[in-house]
């Protein structure tokens, strides 16, 4: 169990917030799109009660993430959709285009938490990976993530715009939490627990290859493009 003195504790929390943020960019445009057809009066509305429903159930979700990824191989999975996650993060293939705006306030906090639950399983299985099974480090992190989350995502989505490589650096991270879930999982724990090596190459490895690979597919992509333009 991480305690506050130590520096696992800290570099955990900020692998938490750091994941939230990043993953959180895309809710800010589900509000956006959710809200737009409101009165002015009446998107402050939405976007409290929208947000703060989307957390509760964030929170709940993660919660229970925790506790099964204390099951054998359960980890591994985790650690292989923390891979895919970290992919389509550099492929940004977002379907937010399709979510309609509401002028009905209930109907847009109820579109604001369906999508936001959605969007947010990959959030999810970032930040229960992050904690490691440490449930004050979860609480922590999402109570610092929630105000960022609300309030800071639009600005956060301008910056990643004027820096792109904060997204990378992002998506780099989940391929390291990846690495670092999988080795920890109970069907391989004690055999990995002494390859010391391992603990670190898993990581770094995991990291290149999210970062590698969701480069080639977003260039990949791109080549067609370019011919038909």
């Not at 959710?34 to 989307?54: D, E, M, N, T």
């Not at 979700?61 to 591994?76: E, N, Q, R």
């Not at 904690?131 to 309030?151: D, E, H, R, T, Y």
């Amino acid at each position: 169990m991480l305690s506050f003195a130590s520096p696992e504790f800290w570099i955990a929390l900020s692998q938490i917030v750091l994941i939230n943020i990043v993953l959180s960019g895309d809710n800010a445009v589900v509000i956006a799109l959710a809200c737009r057809s409101l009165p002015p009066q009446q998107q402050k509305k939405a976007i409290v009660f929208g947000s703060v429903g989307a957390i509760v159930l964030r929170v709940v979700l993660t919660f229970f993430a925790v506790m099964l990824l204390d099951l054998p191989y359960l980890k591994l999975i985790g650690a292989a959709a923390l891979l895919w996650i970290g992919v389509g993060l550099l492929k940004s293939d977002d379907g937010e285009e399709n979510l309609e705006g509401h002028s009905n306030l209930a109907a847009a906090i109820k579109t604001i938490v369906v999508a936001d639950l959605v969007m947010s399983l990959d959030n999810v299985i970032g930040v229960a990976a992050a904690a490691k099974g440490n449930v004050m480090l979860l609480i922590v992190g999402l109570i610092i993530s929630i105000p960022l989350i609300i309030f800071g995502s639009a600005i956060l989505l301008r910056i990643m715009g004027r820096f792109p490589v904060i997204i990378t650096l992002g998506a780099g991270l989940l391929g390291w939490v990846a690495g670092e879930m999988a080795l920890s999982d109970p069907a391989i724990s004690v055999w990995s627990a002494q390859q010391h090596t391992l603990h670190m190459l898993a990581p770094a490895a995991g990291a290149l290859a999210v970062i590698a690979v969701g480069k080639w597919l977003t260039s990949r992509n791109a080549a067609p493009a370019a011919p038909a333009a």
